[in-house]
């Protein structure tokens, strides 16, 4: 299954950023971060509920960008 998301990003290097913490997230399958459309489209794994795995993907992207937002 993938979902869009729009984001509020402040860089290209920050979206980069986001983008490989969100696929390093436990129920991810695979994700995108358009840094000039803000959106973040994320493909979870078989079985993976979306509402739980993007509140991990909200606090990884925190980690590495703590003034990024994703609007669930």
Known sequence: MKKTYK???DCANCANKMEEATKKTEGVKDATVN???LKMIVE????????????NVLKN?????DDCEIYL
């Open 7 to 9: 984001i509020d990003v």
């Open 35 to 37: 840094f000039m459309a």
């Open 44 to 55: 979870f794994d078989e079985g993976a509920v979306p509402a739980e795995v993007m509140k």
């Open 61 to 65: 992207c925190k980690k590495v960008e």
